[in-house]
């Protein structure tokens, strides 16, 4: 048996806001395959997520990160 449309849509609406997000990315993800570029960005992103909450890497304020960039361009 299918689920029309608006039965979807209205059971997706009371989702919390985490899992129609993670639902959006899945339905968007859907009309494209990844690239090699985009999946080893993915790679990366997930390798330092995991990395800062392993506590090997500490996070840097946005304003001393961009106080360092423009220090060694300068």
Do not use: N
């Amino acid at each position: 048996m299918s689920i029309s449309f608006e039965d979807l849509a209205a059971q997706a609406l009371v989702l919390p806001a985490e899992d129609r997000a993670k639902l959006v990315e899945r339905l968007i993800a859907s009309f494209e395959p990844r690239s090699p570029s985009e999946v080893a960005w993915l790679t990366l992103a997930a390798r330092r997520r995991d990395g800062v909450r392993e506590g090997k890497v500490a996070m840097v304020p946005v304003a001393d990160a961009i106080a360092r960039v423009r220090a060694r361009i300068a």
